[in-house]
T-cell receptor, first 118, second 110 residues
Framework: GAVVSQHPSRVICKSGTSVKIECRSLDFQATTMFWYRQFPKQSLMLMATSNEGSKATYEQGVEKDKFLINHASLTLSTLTVTSAHPEDSSFYIC??????????????FGPGTRLTVL | KQEVTQIPAALSVPEGENLVLNCSFT??????LQWFRQDPGKGLTSLLL?????REQTSGRLNASLDKSSGRSTLYIAASQPGDSATYLCAVAGGYALNFGKGTSLLVTP
């Protein structure tokens, strides 16, 4: 149990286009979802936290108008990178947390999405 | 702000050795600490989760300890195998999200 999927696993796009990444909790209801970014040889850095039905909370330095997060349901959160540029190329990982069902205080991670902007 | 440090940054050992990875954190007010494994270009695989009230967790050849008061955790890998080669990340939950260390890159040679 407690599986999180991400789609797509890899995407290559042209500079200036927008890319949407989906994060789904497959067998539990995720009250909170997190989006992380990892540059090569760096640690994962939290970008934003989203709770179902409310606006995402962004970390300092993360542009909310560039990285649009929608947590429309208890099993789906999306991250849209708008007007992507080469410096946005990174590994994006989501995680999900449930407040119930014995899964409290544990985050379950998706497999990640490799974004390359040309 | 929570700072998580992992030592060493890289480690190369021959197969069969027992090894210890270290993680330290600056704020002892944590909910839990997790150890993850990350293979190149892949997502995270959770290895062990230690709640703040626990001292250690074991899974197979892995044993993780937690000393909250001193802000330290260790991951012990027994009888290392080439398949253990990966980056090992330590992450601390102190509020709502996780704070990650930069990881220890482990290479186990046959």
């Amino acid at each position: 149990g407690a599986v999180v999927s991400q789609h797509p696993s890899r995407v290559i796009c042209k500079s200036g286009t927008s890319v949407k990444i989906e994060c789904r909790s497959l067998d539990f209801q995720a009250t909170t979802m997190f989006w992380y970014r990892q540059f090569p040889k760096q640690s994962l850095m939290l970008m934003a936290t989203s709770n179902e039905g409310s606006k995402a909370t962004y970390e300092q330095g993360v542009e909310k108008d560039k990285f649009l997060i929608n947590h429309a349901s208890l099993t789906l959160s999306t991250l849209t990178v708008t007007s992507a540029h080469p410096e946005d190329s990174s590994f994006y990982i989501c995680s999900a947390e449930s407040r119930t069902g014995g899964l409290e205080n544990e985050q379950f991670f998706g497999p990640g999405t490799r974004l390359t902007v040309l | 702000k929570q700072e998580v440090t992992q030592i060493p940054a890289a480690l190369s050992v021959p197969e069969g050795e027992n090894l210890v990875l270290n993680c330290s954190f600056t704020d002892s007010a944590i909910y839990n600490l997790q150890w993850f494994r990350q293979d190149p270009g892949k997502g995270l695989t959770s290895l062990l989760l230690i709640q703040s009230s626990q001292r250690e967790q074991t899974s197979g050849r892995l044993n993780a300890s937690l000393d909250k008061s001193s802000g330290r955790s260790t991951l012990y890998i027994a009888a290392s195998q080439p398949g253990d080669s990966a980056t090992y990340l330590c992450a601390v939950a102190g509020g709502y999200a996780l704070n990650f260390g930069k990881g220890t890159s482990l290479l186990v040679t046959p």
